[in-house]
């Protein structure tokens, strides 16, 4: 089993943006489906949004218009969140995550507050 590492979460005021990295060496990431996923503490984990490998995406609603999920065509190395315009409500420890897989990686905690 894959663990991903994620990275570039961090605190920022609401309004601002933040791109968060996933990564694991030697992994395929353009075979792969390929989601990020977020969680409050004391909450179920919450599904955000998924890339296929033919590139379509998909987003929970509430994040629709302002995160962009893409992968890293170029070194086939990384999966990235960018997220734009975040809200206090995205405050979450972030997660990517690949489908079958049933490991998580530590995650990246996103704090937005001002």
């Known amino acids: 089993q894959v663990e991903f590492v994620e990275s570039g979460g961090g605190l920022v005021r609401p309004g601002g943006s933040l791109r968060l990295s996933c990564a694991a060496p030697?992994?395929?990431?353009?075979?792969?489906?390929m989601s990020w996923y977020r969680q409050v503490q004391g909450q179920a984990r919450e599904w955000v949004a998924t890339?296929?490998?033919?590139?379509?995406?998909?987003y929970t609603d509430s994040v629709k218009g302002r995160f962009t999920i893409y992968r890293d065509v170029a070194s086939n190395t990384a999966v990235y969140l960018q997220m734009d315009n975040l809200k206090p409500e995205d405050t979450a420890v972030y997660y990517c995550?690949?489908?079958?897989?049933?490991?998580w990686g530590q995650g990246t905690q996103v704090t937005v507050s001002s």
């Open positions: 995550q690949a489908y079958g897989s049933t490991t």
């Open positions: 030697g992994f395929a990431f353009s075979e792969a489906i």
């Open positions: 890339i296929v490998p033919g590139g379509d995406t998909r």
